[in-house]
């Protein structure tokens, strides 16, 4: 099974900061890779699908780059809204496999 | 407007069984292949099982396989879940996904809890 590693764990961020949270594949999934974004109490919501194509009515402040083993999810300025766990997805290989999350905290 | 509503969870022993329903609306199910993913508690997300279009194809977690048992009725826009054989690391809140293509979901439901004890 693909193992997929998010860094950081945790954040503790300002309003208006740039974020990045980073994901790390075990194996190459090409672009096979999409971000969720879940709220407490929430179910998730997709953000980005195949690595760097914005989902319908996601803010344009969020974008996600990379191929192959690495990628990235930004987060240009960011809002009090924006403060959730982030899980990368890949569906390049059964079975898929989520992150363990970004969760995302307002200093 | 799509709507995926999650019905049949609750608490059960080790060993019990239950069913989850998955009531589709706002789409046509039959054109989607679709989805059981599960989160426990404080945890990230887990993959549970999937199923193609037609009903012909279907994957299980390794976790889940032999126990749970996906399946699909077009006609009546649901999706189940056949959970056997239930342990106490089942317990998770298990939401109905719908793949819009190469596997990314696009819409989840509000999830049901499963909650597996003695």
């Not at chain 1, 974020?19 to 407490?40: D, E, F, G, M, N």
């Not at chain 2, 989607?32 to 508690?41: D, H, K, S």
Request: aromatic share 10%; proline share 4%.
């Amino acid at each position: 099974e693909i193992v997929l590693t998010q860094s950081p764990d945790f954040q503790s961020v300002t309003p208006k900061e740039t974020v990045t949270i980073t994901c790390r594949a075990s194996q190459s999934i090409v672009t096979a890779l999409h971000w969720y974004q879940q709220k407490p109490g929430q179910s998730p919501k997709v953000l980005i699908k195949h690595a760097s194509q914005s989902a319908p009515g996601v803010p344009s402040r969020f974008s996600g780059s990379g191929s192959g083993t690495d990628f990235t999810l930004t987060i240009n300025s960011l809002e009090a809204e924006d403060v959730a766990a982030y899980y990368c997805h890949q569906s390049s290989t059964l079975p898929y496999t989520f992150g363990q999350g970004t969760k995302l905290e307002i200093k | 407007e799509v709507q995926l509503l999650e019905s049949g969870g609750g608490s059960v022993q080790p060993g019990g069984s239950l069913r989850l329903s998955c009531a589709a609306s706002g789409f046509t199910l039959k054109n989607y292949a679709m989805n059981w993913v599960r989160q426990a508690p404080g945890r990230g997300p887990e993959w549970v099982s999937g199923i193609s279009v037609s009903g012909d194809n279907r994957n299980y977690a390794d976790s889940v396989k032999g126990r749970f048992t996906i399946s699909r009725d077009n006609s009546n826009n649901t999706l189940y879940l056949q959970m056997n054989s239930l342990r106490v690391e089942d317990t998770a809140i298990y939401y109905c996904t719908k793949d819009y293509s190469s596997g990314w979901f696009d819409y989840w439901g509000q999830g049901t809890l499963v909650t597996v004890s003695s």
